[in-house]
């Protein structure tokens, strides 16, 4: 539901937003809301189930040149 409370509150579809998430839960939430996701990897979560995410990133750095792509 925050997912989708922000597009309302936004008045966008999810097709024109992207959500950059680093928790299994988190993108579960982007991914009912049917929202791009990128998932930025860190030591904690690295290990979890994140497929179907739109792209990865490893660093903060990466993440303007794959929105970009998007």
Do not use: K, M, W
Not at 28 to 50: K, P, W, Y
């Amino acid at each position: 539901e925050p997912y989708l409370l922000a597009l309302s509150r936004f008045d966008i579809q999810p097709e024109q937003a992207v959500v950059i998430e680093d928790s299994a839960r988190g993108f579960r939430s982007a991914q009912a809301a049917n929202i791009d996701c990128i998932i930025l990897r860190n030591e904690f979560t690295r290990d979890q189930d994140f497929e179907g995410a739109s792209a990865y990133a490893d660093s903060h750095a990466e993440l303007p040149e794959i929105i970009a792509s998007l």
